[in-house]
């Protein structure tokens, strides 16, 4: 008789004792031997009693399952002969357990798992947030309101309306602009305007593709530069473009 050796409180019920004498007898779990993992489990049971421990029903109960099946799998199976084949009639009386004893397994898995993610995070520290009031400049007004999404989707918006997509017939003339130049262009546009001026008025005269692109550049480094306020009411309202300087080198 092989000898065991546990502890009550190392396992968190019948499942978890099974999967446990499973992996120490090193069987397959697909296919146990009803017969040695009874008689291991009842080892179990009975030396909980011989201590006087307070076992637990549901330690019963599994203890009438495992002799049940082990009385099935005792019996002769019944066949019938079909030609030169052979069929069995009853299904194996193991499957339940096993299916039992695999949802366990993958609950414990997890659980396991989770255990392992919960020890690497407590490794981990994370600082407060931080009172930086100090450190802000109330001198500076707020750069924009809006978002380089705000300012992609009016930009999408622009070039949907002038219908680049559709093929144009025209004569091809190269007429080659920087963005240093154009951003020139726009302060000159705010300052003559001395006002907010709509985003796609600043398009207006922008005839290509290619130039309404270099204006739209020329806007995000004014941005970037400080140059200019870029404003807007509330989502998907118009945006407004306000001088606030001269061009600074980038």
Known sequence: MVEINFKVDAFEGPLDLLLHLIGKLEIDIYDIPMV???????????????????IASEYLVMAATLLAIKSQMLLPKQEIEFADAEYE???????????RLMEYKRYKDAA????EKETE??????????????????????????????????????????????????RITTQEISIDERMNEVMNRLREASCKVKF???????????????????????????MIYVEQDHSFADLYVENRGEVKSG
């Open 112 to 115: 396991l798992e989770l255990k």
């Open 121 to 170: 995070r407590s490794f981990y520290f994370s600082k407060p947030p931080m009172d930086l009031a100090e450190y802000q400049d109330e001198t500076l007004p707020v750069e924009m309101n809006v978002s380089l999404n705000d300012m992609l989707g009016a930009f999408n918006k622009l070039l949907r309306r002038q219908k680049f997509s559709k093929p144009l017939h025209t």
């Open 89 to 99: 009639l009853e299904a194996d009386p193991r499957d339940e357990l096993v299916e």
């Open 36 to 54: 040695e993992i009874t008689d291991q489990y009842m080892e179990f049971v009975h030396a909980m009693q011989i201590l006087e421990l307070d």
């Open 200 to 226: 796609d008025m600043l398009f207006v005269e922008q005839n290509t593709k290619e130039q309404i692109v270099v204006t739209f550049l020329a806007l995000l480094e004014l941005m970037k530069r400080k």
